[in-house]
């Protein structure tokens, strides 16, 4: 059985920093291609990041680029976000999931997993 549990989420004010946790059981991220997705209410999930199974490649949407960071660790099995400079329009539920093909992909269509999601708040 796989599961992907999201940790680190909460409340920060705009400006501040926030990270995130995806920690995988059931499935090696060595293995696996990684993505980071949102969603805020009546509005589509949105893809935030993404990266190869070697770790090599990272992705991210023009929206976060230069102030998230997608990574992952094989050791502990996990996948990160780390989140600067966090904007009011950041504030949605954040998924991780987890693609087969390990290629990192844009499309939530091609990820077989994911996270129950974590609320991230911006606020001041």
């Known amino acids: 059985q796989v599961t992907l549990k999201e940790s680190g989420g909460g409340w920060m004010r705009p400006g501040g920093s926030l990270s995130l946790s995806c920690y995988a059981s059931g499935l090696s991220v060595a293995d696996y291609g990684m993505g980071w997705f949102r969603q805020t209410p009546g509005k589509e999930r949105e893809w935030v990041a993404a990266?190869?199974?070697?770790?090599?490649?990272?992705y991210h949407s023009s929206s976060v680029r230069g102030r998230f960071t997608i990574s992952k660790s094989n050791s502990e099995n996990a996948a990160y976000l780390t989140m600067n400079n966090l904007k009011p329009e950041d504030t949605a539920i954040y998924y991780c999931?987890?693609?087969?093909?390990?290629?990192?992909?844009?499309?939530?269509?091609?990820?077989?997993?994911w996270g129950q999601g974590i609320q991230v708040t911006v606020s001041a």
């Open positions: 999931a987890a693609d087969d093909r390990g290629l990192g992909s844009s499309n939530p269509r091609d990820y077989e997993y």
């Open positions: 990266i190869r199974y070697s770790g090599r490649n990272k």
